[in-house]
């Protein structure tokens, strides 16, 4: 049976998913679809998300698809009470949930258990922490699972990284990889969850202030460009090298530099910026030589996967007093005076509760469109496909793109005859 934190929320979430809902046509659609041709009829599906409203109408897409579901969350502060409790009371036969906010990390991982033991045929990921699990824990249960999605940066670096070993046993399609998903999610959600947390969560004002984001990947570009829309002066810190990336670093800080931002190294922004975002999927981006720099009353949060990218036990050993001073601010007083705050335990400051409310409905209709429709492919292609990393495919991809435009109501033109012929030939010159 589900376990969340507080059953008597059922009523309240219920209002969010209902509103959650009526902004995902995409998934409404294929919803229905799944409803008549129950592609998950005798599969059971184990998810590791972040349990909010957005994930509660992919989770009841995939039931109406014939699907057993069990989820757990994908990071020990973002889950949304009152929807966990909504989705534990919606389904209990076909739906189970194990979350709550503020685990454990011995909490996090007795969920992640529960969605295992309930022998999962396809995995559904976000940061990867179930696959390895499974890997790792219960290589044993392997033989069960058919095929996984992973929906972030980070847990597509941490597959690859096994495939490399060679210790990756299922296939697993690369959701994040899918221009429908890293273009709109990581760019424009994260953009503005991230800004929404700061604004909500702080209520200071952003424009005329120093603003640096550490990394100018999909998620960076996207907080730069919001944060200059509020009137930031933003700084981009890139690092050189290709860390999992297609391109380089310098590539990236060129594109932040000739779109207008400053490009500085760390030393530089850290001792100009008030403000300062972290999205690079990487570890310890702030640490102990730039705290000691930077400028009394720096606020650091992070939106990237993992809360290891400001070096917090760094921070708080340079401390002489370390206090939350309100929720999800923690201000740590240094010896010499001055004072930094830290948002969210350095956890992804857009989804961790209560600050944040996790990416807008529309952007979530898209991404998890993505999953619902690889999910499927899996179960139909089960026996062709081999174990590793895999692209979805261009047609899944394509489909989404063209629901999201056709439920926004946007029509484009087709290519003319002519114009399809032209782009396929080399004779023809001016
Ligand atoms: N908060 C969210 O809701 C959300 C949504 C999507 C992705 N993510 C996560 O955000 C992170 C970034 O994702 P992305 O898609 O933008 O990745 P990306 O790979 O496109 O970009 C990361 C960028 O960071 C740079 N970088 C790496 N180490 C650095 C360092 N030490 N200093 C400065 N820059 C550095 C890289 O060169 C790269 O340009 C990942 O952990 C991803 O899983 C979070």
Redesign the pocket.
């Known amino acids: 049976m589900s376990k969340v934190k507080n059953p008597s929320l059922a009523a309240a979430g219920k209002k969010e998913l209902t509103w959650a809902e009526s902004h995902m046509p995409v998934l409404k659609l294929i919803g229905d679809e799944f409803e008549k041709e129950k592609p998950f009829k005798g599969l059971t599906i184990g998810l590791s998300l972040h349990v909010e409203k957005k994930t509660g109408v992919l989770l009841k897409t995939l039931v109406r698809g014939g699907a057993k579901v069990f989820a757990a969350s994908c990071n020990p502060n973002t889950t949304d009470d009152i929807v966990a409790a909504a989705l534990a009371e919606e389904d209990p036969k076909n739906l189970q949930v194990f979350a709550w906010a503020g685990q454990t990390t011995e909490d996090y991982y007795w969920c992640i258990d529960q969605v295992l033991d309930a022998h999962p045929n396809i995995l559904i990921d976000d940061?990867c922490d179930l696959s390895m699990r499974i890997h790792t824990q219960r290589p044993g249960q392997l033989k069960e699972v058919i095929g996984a999605c992973e929906e972030?940066?980070?847990?597509l670096t941490r597959l690859r990284a096994m495939e490399k070993d060679g210790k990756l046993r299922i296939p697993t399609l690369a959701v994040?990889d899918a221009y429908s998903k890293?273009l709109l999610?990581?760019q424009f959600?994260?953009a503005q969850?991230?800004l929404d947390a700061l604004v909500r969560g702080l209520n200071i004002l952003l424009a005329g202030k120093t603003a640096v984001v550490?990394?100018?990947?999909?998620?960076?570009r996207g907080i730069a460009s919001g944060l200059r829309g509020l009137g930031a002066n933003v700084v981009v810190?890139?690092?050189e090298g290709r860390?999992?990336?297609p391109d380089?670093?310098q590539h990236?800080a060129i594109t932040a530099l000739y779109s207008g931002y400053r490009v500085l190294d760390?030393m530089s922004a850290a001792k100009i910026g008030q403000v300062f975002v972290t999205?690079?999927?990487?570890k310890n981006?702030l640490r102990k030589e730039h705290f000691e720099v930077m400028r009394d009353g720096a606020i650091m949060c992070n939106?990237?996967?993992?809360n290891v990218e400001i070096d917090e036990p760094a921070l708080r050993a340079m401390s002489t007093e370390v206090k939350e001073i309100k929720d999800n601010v923690v201000a740590y007083k240094l010896k010499d005076g001055r004072t930094l705050y830290l948002l969210s335990e350095g956890r992804?400051v857009?989804?961790s509760r209560p600050m944040g409310q996790?990416?807008p409905i529309e952007i979530m209709d898209g991404s998890f469109a993505v999953q619902a429709l690889s999910c499927q492919y899996i179960g139909t292609h089960r026996k062709s496909m081999k174990a590793g990393v895999v692209r979805v495919p261009q047609e899944i991809d394509d489909q989404v793109a063209s629901l999201i435009l056709k439920t926004q109501n946007v029509v484009l033109d087709k290519p003319t005859k002519e114009q399809t012929a032209y782009a396929s030939e080399w004779q023809e010159g001016t």
């Open positions: 940061g972030t940066t980070t847990g994040n890293y999610d990581n959600g994260t969850s991230t550490c990394g100018y990947g999909w998620c960076g810190v890139e690092i860390l999992n990336t380089s670093g990236r760390h999205a690079t999927g990487n981006v939106s990237g996967h993992f992804l857009n989804l996790g990416h």
